[in-house]
Antibody, heavy 123, light 107 residues
C-alpha cells in the first residue's frame, strides 16, 4: 500500500525557516517524481515544487523560488522541503504528493497524497 | 500563467441525481487536465487524468470530457460518499494551476 507521511510542520515566526519531511513507503520511491502541494486555510490547492525521480531536476512556483528548496534522499525514501524566509502568506497545509507515472511517461498529475502537515507563519 | 476557472463554486444536489462541474482554461491545454475529489479534513484523490481517463479504482459513475479550453466532470447517480469538493488542474504548463474548487453539497 502506498503511504506518504509528512512531518515537521508547526508555528514559525515570519522570516524564520522550517524543514518538512515526507516518508514514503509501499512503492519504489526512486522511480517517481515527487512534489509538494499546499492549501491555505479554506482555500484551494497550489502546486509548490517538484523534484525528478533522481533529484537531478527541480521546479518551483514563482512565489517560492529562492526561498524554498525541494530535495530527496532515495536511500531513505524521504522527500524534503526546506522553507526559508517564511511569510504569513505561506501559511497552509503542505501535502507531499507523488507524480503519476505509467511506467513510460511522467505526468504532471498527482496520484497519491499524504495527509498533510500544517505550517502557520505568525508572530 | 494558465488560469483555471471552475463553475459553479457550489452545488446542491440529491442522492441519485446527475451533476456536471465545468472548468475553463485561459488557453488551450490540449486535454492535459485532471480532476480531484477532496473530502473535509482529507487529502485530494485523483479521479480523472488526461481529461477523460478514469484513474484506477475510481467508480464508473465519474466521467470527464472536453477539449481545448473547456472541460467537464460528470457524476452520475450521486452516492453519499460523493459529497465533497472537486478541483480541476492544468497539467500542461507551469505552474500547473488548480481551479478554485466546487463544493458539492447534499440538498
Amino acid at each position: 500500500e502506498v503511504q506518504l507521511v509528512e512531518s515537521g510542520g508547526g508555528l514559525v515566526q515570519p522570516g524564520r525557516s522550517m524543514k518538512l519531511s515526507c516518508a514514503a513507503s509501499g512503492f519504489t520511491f526512486n522511480n517517481y517524481d515527487m512534489a509538494w502541494v499546499c492549501q491555505a486555510p479554506k482555500k484551494g490547492l497550489e502546486w509548490v515544487a517538484t523534484i525528478s525521480y533522481d533529484g537531478s531536476s527541480t521546479y518551483y512556483r514563482d512565489s517560492v523560488k529562492g526561498r524554498f528548496t525541494i530535495s530527496r534522499d532515495n536511500a531513505k525514501s524521504t522527500l524534503y522541503l526546506q522553507m526559508d524566509s517564511l511569510r504569513s502568506e505561506d501559511t497552509a497545509t503542505y501535502y507531499c504528493a507523488r507524480h503519476y507515472y505509467d511506467g513510460t511517461y511522467y505526468y504532471w498529475y498527482f496520484d497519491f497524497w499524504g495527509p498533510g502537515t500544517m505550517v502557520t507563519v505568525s508572530s | 500563467d494558465i488560469q483555471m476557472t471552475q463553475s459553479p463554486a457550489s452545488l446542491s444536489a440529491s442522492l441519485g441525481e446527475t451533476v456536471t462541474i465545468e472548468c475553463l482554461a485561459s488557453e488551450d491545454i490540449y486535454d492535459i487536465l485532471a480532476w480531484y475529489q477532496q473530502k473535509p479534513g482529507k487529502s485530494p484523490q485523483l479521479l480523472i487524468y488526461d481529461a477523460s481517463s478514469l484513474h484506477t479504482g475510481v467508480p464508473s459513475r465519474f466521467s470527464g470530457s472536453g477539449s481545448g479550453t473547456q472541460y467537464s466532470l460528470k457524476i452520475n447517480s450521486l452516492q453519499p460518499e460523493d459529497f465533497a469538493s472537486y478541483y480541476c488542474q492544468n497539467g500542461l504548463s507551469a505552474p500547473r494551476t488548480f481551479g478554485a474548487g466546487t463544493k458539492l453539497e447534499l440538498k
